[in-house]
């Protein structure tokens, strides 16, 4: 990770979760904006002690260790560092670890915990309950240089998150815990356990030359080849972190809304989403009857069906075969959708993923591929996909209903610099969220048109989690 995007990673993470975010003298975060305090514990609260005995957890990716207690699930993934779950694995309530290496040289805490409060406000509306920024917050002793709590409505109650910051001479340790009210007791003294056993490793590299985590113990550290830094781009009705210097080239609404973005200097750098994609035939021979139908009275949509393309309902990856043929479906009937061509698209791992589409679809993929590059380079990429379908209609045994493909997204890079930078790109495609207003005027369009609901900005972050999880534990690296 560069030091230079460690202010803005830091944020993300915030927003990066399968879930809602959630949740000492205070200071007000905003002309106009009404501040109350969250029930999290005050400075001059006593937090239950905790004792020593744990398991001892060590993060080798970024070089410290703590405790936690025997009957907590601990995971690591690139992008949120180390998350113990108090209770049940990947859900609230949890706390969150991360040691961002040479972030100290840019981190301001005077304006950090502001700009946190200010990307929550704007992305959660009337959902946010209160808010505080703390000037210093003491957590059993340990006192800690600012702050910031939120506290917002969620589906299943009240969320309440605490965002403390810790800075080292080489690092920012960031800690966060997230818990429903009344789950505060367990998850603090977790917390607490976490902060107060807090050891760096010695040996591990720590300030890095313009930036990037170290490397592991022994395996020289140093800069990555290739680098990528997150800024925030905000559409009015959605909001991305998009890599700095990207073209941005925006398509579809609602459902269909769907975006590609790529480094002008190098298009072999690209990232897509697309929220929905279809009619897709489920065989050719749908594909030539619904030919014989151009033109006849009440089939208006045979020609755009006759010119879909065809994929296998129970091979996801199948869509990935077809972007040419989108790509001229999309121009001869002016949808003003672009797709990268994705040349030479060869399958390299298939990676297991069950996600919550998983009772709607007919099958989903997440995949490892090599693939020729919108420049033409040699690239590999990661594609996930879902393909649906409303049922069946047959006429001669043929059945007629297409089909359609859910939450496409793709993350492509030179072969060379994939893994430097797939981190990264995966953040930025899956940082999408929309505006609550958006978001209600898709359920009215949805309604009045006859389309499924447009999913929200939980049911995708829940995907893009599930993917990254499976991703994180499951990838084994480039393979010829």
């Not at 210093?136 to 709590?149: C, E, T, V």
């Not at 998009?242 to 080239?249: K, N």
């Not at 594609?383 to 496409?408: E, H, K, Q, R």
């Not at 060379?416 to 797939?422: I, L, M, N, P």
């Amino acid at each position: 990770m560069r030091v230079m995007r460690m202010g803005l990673h830091l944020l993300a993470i915030l927003v990066l979760s399968a879930f809602l975010l959630t949740g000492c003298k205070a200071k007000d975060t905003g002309t106009g904006w009404k501040i109350s305090r969250p029930t999290l514990p005050r400075s001059t609260e006593t937090i239950l002690p905790t004792q020593a005995e744990g398991t001892l957890y060590e993060s080798r990716e970024q070089g410290f260790s703590f405790l936690h207690d025997d009957g907590h699930t601990v995971e690591w993934n690139e992008q949120t560092g180390v998350t113990i779950y108090i209770e049940k694995p990947w859900e609230i309530p949890y706390v969150q670890i991360f040691r961002g290496i040479g972030a100290q040289e840019d981190f301001n805490k005077e304006t950090y915990f502001t700009d946190v409060v200010n990307w929550i406000t704007e992305d959660y509306g009337d959902r946010l309950v209160s808010s505080v920024v703390f000037d210093h917050y003491n957590l059993s002793g340990k006192r800690f240089d600012g702050g910031a709590a939120i506290q917002y409505r969620a589906d299943q109650g009240m969320v309440e998150m605490l965002v403390l910051t810790e800075e080292t001479p080489d690092s920012v340790v960031q800690y966060i815990s997230r818990y429903y009210v009344n789950q505060e007791e367990e998850t603090l003294k977790a917390l607490k356990k976490a902060v107060d056993s807090y050891r760096q490793h010695a040996d591990f590299p720590g300030k890095l030359e313009e930036g990037g985590q170290g490397g592991l113990p022994g395996e020289g550290g140093g800069l990555p080849r290739h680098q990528i830094r997150l800024v925030p781009y905000n559409g009015g009705y959605f909001s991305l972190m998009l890599p700095e210097g990207w073209q941005l080239y925006i398509m579809g609404q609602y459902t269909t809304f769907g975006f590609r973005a790529w480094d002008p200097q190098n298009p072999d750098y690209e990232i897509f989403y697309y929220g929905s994609i279809d009619p897709l035939n489920k065989s050719y021979e749908s594909k030539e009857v619904w030919k014989g139908y151009i033109g006849f009275y009440g089939y208006p949509q045979a020609e755009v069906n006759a010119d879909a393309p065809v994929v296998d309902i129970h091979a996801a990856s199948s869509l990935f075969y077809t972007f040419d043929s989108l790509q001229a479906l999309s121009d001869k009937h002016g949808k003003g959708f672009s797709f990268p061509s994705l040349g030479g698209f060869s399958p390299l791992q298939q990676i297991p993923v069950q996600t919550i589409f998983a009772n709607t679809s007919t099958d989903e993929s997440l995949l490892f591929a090599r693939v020729t590059g919108s420049q033409g380079g040699d690239c590999r990429g990661k594609f996930y996909a879902c393909l649906s379908t409303t049922g069946t209609s047959y006429v001669g045994g043929i059945d007629m209903n297409p089909a359609g493909a859910l939450n496409v997204t793709g993350v492509i890079a030179p072969k060379e610099a994939f893994q430097d930078v797939e981190a990264a790109l995966t953040e930025a495609v899956s940082s999408l969220r929309f505006s609550d207003q958006y978001l209600q005027d898709g359920v009215e369009y949805s309604r009045a048109v006859g389309q499924a609901a447009m999913a929200n900005n939980e049911a995708r972050w829940a995907v893009f989690d599930e993917c990254l999880r499976n991703w994180t534990t499951q990838f084994r690296g480039d393979t010829d």
